[in-house]
């Protein structure tokens, strides 16, 4: 990931770039790099995806607001993305199946 | 040939922004910064620019529009007073630690309360640590000049600060004196184009401006903020430069007047060095050794060299056109004298003064009572008090 106008790199934004090397104003120098954060340690509790119970109705993964649950090209859902979620259980909440568990996390 | 016009502080202000014809300006009116927008729609109106103005609904949109404007890739200016500088307060912060050159040019206005519309430097003083670089004007030529120069400052890759020009309310601002004005194609050329290298509307590379930065990066980012105040220094010297050559006209980081063999010397910003002058030119017929050192860069705040240049002198007045209320002295005072006590100048007696506050007229009587205690203070060398208020009914 870089800039195409200039140095801009990943680096830029990692937990030890010096004050000499980081982007001016915390610039982020190119799009899409939520990624790169793992928001998912803010979590206090985690869901947990009961895959017997789920009939792929897919209600959960557009109701997530971290992009969370991924799912495939076939069209069914795949387990929690834990890098990112954040634990706000939405999606246990929209369930009709009572598919996904929500349990504290240690 | 320069321009020999004459014009109001606020008209010379607006002329130089008709001549830089910034992109985007966004301003609401406050006096005594009113006639500058008023004027710049004028000129808008007419045609003589190409600037998209914005006639926001507050000085906070003021600011937050000239924020985005410039993140956006444009040059984008405005110009306020007192208490609209006051509602610019959280954006001002905003737009030096994103690192827009915004220029904005400021007339001094009391802070309210009591409500006055009347001049001292408490409006700019309080945005003294906004990241904002400052500069201060005597009149309106320097003004003018200023704002000619500003841009080439804040602009500059290893600046890239907003810049504050500052000069005194209706002193200044509204008092009709003989001016240079500099040629339109001339000032083109000095200001140059804005050739930003990141900016929102550049579609070959998208970038965020101003996301969350947390705990992990905010230090670093205020230490790099810091660096490009302390680069600011140089150029802010290599841009006067270049001004001189262009216009004959010199300027640093203060101005030095009849301070050679000077005894003692007050220090004050804006339109009261005018003043002093005078009386200093009238108690030399006496013999006496006075002199003026005017701040003009007052953020970046030029600590090595003021105190290199007041360590010559026996007694120093600073003057303070604004008050801290801390106990202890305004704020030109306490930047003062910690420069001195930083770089070991323990020599000098160093007062303060606070005078002027909302408007209160500033004689030459004022002053010559000031040279008057300087010189008691280096002939019996008491200083007596340090904190002291001038003009005020006792």
Redesign the interface.
């Known amino acids: 990931m870089s ?4 140095n801009l790199e990943r680096k830029e934004l990692s ?1 030890d ?4 090397d ?1 982007t ?8 899409g790099n939520a990624v790169l954060i793992k928001t998912g340690e803010w979590r206090s509790k985690r869901p947990v995806w009961l895959k017997d119970k789920c009939k792929q109705c897919l209600l959960c993964f557009p109701v997530c607001p971290d992009s969370s649950i991924p799912v495939n090209s076939e069209g069914n859902r795949e387990d929690f993305d834990y890098d990112h979620c954040k634990g706000c259980g939405i999606c246990v909440k929209v369930c009709p199946f009572k598919a996904i568990d929500f349990v504290d996390e240690g | 040939m320069a321009i020999r016009e004459r014009m109001s502080g606020n008209e010379a202000v607006a002329f130089a922004m008709k001549q830089i014809n910034p992109d985007v300006v966004a301003a609401f009116p406050i006096t005594p910064s009113t006639e500058i927008p008023q004027y710049f729609s004028t000129y808008v109106s007419n045609g003589e620019v190409d600037t998209e103005f914005i006639a926001v609904e507050s000085e906070h949109s003021a600011m937050s529009a000239c924020i985005g404007a410039q993140a956006a890739g444009g040059r984008a200016m405005t110009a306020t007073s007192a208490n609209g500088l006051a509602l610019m307060w959280e954006c001002l912060y905003i737009a030096a630690c994103s690192r827009l050159p915004i220029v904005m040019a400021v007339v001094n206005r009391t802070m309210s309360g009591p409500l006055n519309i009347h001049n001292d430097h408490s409006d700019s003083m309080g945005a003294r640590d906004s990241g904002w670089i400052q500069l201060y004007s005597e009149n309106n030529q320097e003004a003018y000049d200023n704002m000619l120069m500003a841009h080439r400052i804040a602009e500059h890759p290893s600046v890239m600060l907003p810049v504050m020009v500052c000069q005194d309310g209706f002193i200044t601002s509204h008092a009709v004196e003989n001016i240079e004005l500099v040629e339109d194609d001339k000032v083109k050329a000095f200001v140059g184009e804005y050739n930003p290298v990141h900016y929102l509307l550049n579609r070959d590379n998208p970038i965020s401006m101003g996301p969350l930065d947390h705990f992990t990066h905010t230090f670093e980012h205020k230490r790099q903020q810091a660096q490009a105040m302390m680069n600011a220094k140089n150029v802010i010297l290599e841009v006067a430069r270049e001004f001189e050559k262009l216009t004959g006209r010199k300027y640093g980081f203060f101005e030095e007047y009849r301070t050679e063999d000077a005894e003692t010397v007050i220090v004050v910003l804006n339109s009261t060095a005018g003043t002093v002058k005078y009386v200093v030119d009238q108690m030399r017929k006496e013999g006496k050794k006075v002199g003026l050192i005017k701040p003009r860069v007052y953020r970046p705040f030029p600590v090595d060299e003021i105190a290199s240049a007041l360590s010559r002198f026996k007694a120093i007045a600073v003057m303070d056109k604004a008050d801290s209320f801390n106990a202890a002295g305004g704020p030109l005072f306490t930047d003062v004298t910690s420069a001195m006590y930083a770089k070991s100048v323990f020599g000098p007696k160093v007062i303060n003064y606070i005078y002027g506050l909302g408007g209160r007229d500033v004689r030459t009587d004022d002053i010559e009572l000031v040279f008057n205690n300087l010189l008691k203070i280096v002939e019996t060398g008491e200083v007596g008090s340090v904190y002291n208020y001038l003009g005020v009914r006792e």
Request: aromatic residues 6%; neutral net charge.
């Open positions: 800039c195409k106008s200039c937990p770039v010096t004050w000499k980081i001016e104003g915390g610039t982020i120098a190119d799009a």
